[in-house]
């Protein structure tokens, strides 16, 4: 399994949209792996999570091959995971090249937004289907069993996060949400098995916060408990992903950390395979 990650920031992207504060000024004179997009991310070359407005981006300059997508899982409806408006163009005769019917899973919210910009739900004409999922709710789709769990987000929406499974390997993709919730665990349970990458949601880095996002030292925390409740191992692949500016460490700082206790800091582009 494979998973590659285009976007590697919160909403306000990194550098912000409209910021020119000390840690947005030095990522943009530095660039590299400062510059960060706003969330998504691909399993192997057919599963896609979220669709952020940096969409066409990643597939110009990082490499995203769009035309593979066959199934996208939304975990919410804020606008850094969200704008449906581009899954307009799957159909004639915006796409001459797009082939029967994208699966697209979301929550009521995300559903409401597809239905609110006008998109719709989908049908034969327009090349997607929608699939409203609600937390608790497992699936199958392109052969990944897949698991929807609650996150610990806005009160607004039923945010999700998923575990993901294929051929044996399994992964935890865990962003906007705060620390996992007893109910996560237990359900992360009798899916059964140990998870092989887990992705932990790190907007806050060097501070804690764990009622909404997360900082560093609380992706610490849930790797001791994941690894305590026997649901990950040694060779458990941890990595930490979507941060903000008011997080305090630059690309450098933030590998430096993430060495330390054992993660991978994501960067737009980074590939992970296991
Ligand atoms: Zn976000
Ligand atoms: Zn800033
Ligand atoms: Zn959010």
């Known amino acids: 399994m494979k998973i590659t990650y285009y976007g590697t920031a919160a909403g306000e992207a990194w550098p912000g949209v409209f910021c020119d504060c000390e840690l947005c000024r030095?990522?943009?004179l530095l660039g590299g792996k400062n510059i960060r997009t706003r969330s998504q991310a691909l399993v192997n070359q057919d599963l896609l999570l979220?669709?952020?407005?940096?969409?066409?981006?990643?597939?110009?300059l990082l490499g995203l091959d769009l035309q593979k997508v066959e199934a996208l899982l939304f975990t919410h409806s804020h606008s850094d995971h969200c704008y449906p408006e581009d899954l307009e163009f799957l159909r004639e005769p915006y796409s001459h090249t797009r082939k029967g019917l994208m699966e697209v899973f979301g929550n009521p919210s995300v559903a409401q937004r597809f239905l609110d910009t006008g998109v719709g739900l989908g049908g034969e004409k327009e090349r997607f289907r929608f699939h409203r999922l609600l937390p608790g709710d497992s699936f199958t789709v392109l052969g990944y069993r897949v698991l929807a769990l609650r996150a610990t987000h806005t009160k607004t929406e039923q945010c999700l996060f998923?575990?993901?499974e294929k051929d044996g390997k399994s992964l935890l993709y865990a962003h906007d949400t705060g620390a996992l919730s007893e109910e996560n665990m237990e359900m992360l349970a009798s899916a059964g098995g140990k998870l092989n990458l887990v992705?932990?949601?790190?907007t806050?880095?060097?501070y804690r916060e764990s009622g909404y996002h997360m900082g560093f030292y609380d992706d610490v925390e849930q790797k001791e408990r994941l690894i305590k409740a026997g649901l990950a191992d040694g060779k458990t692949i941890w990595v930490v992903n979507h941060f903000s500016h008011n997080g305090g460490w630059l690309h450098e700082e933030l590998e430096a950390q993430a060495e330390k206790y054992g993660f991978l800091a994501s960067y737009d582009g980074m590939s992970v395979e296991f």
């Open 204 to 206: 806050q880095q060097k």
């Open 199 to 202: 992705s932990l949601d790190c």
């Open 50 to 60: 979220d669709l952020p407005p940096e969409n066409n981006i990643h597939s110009l």
């Open 162 to 164: 998923y575990r993901i």
């Open 26 to 28: 030095k990522a943009r």
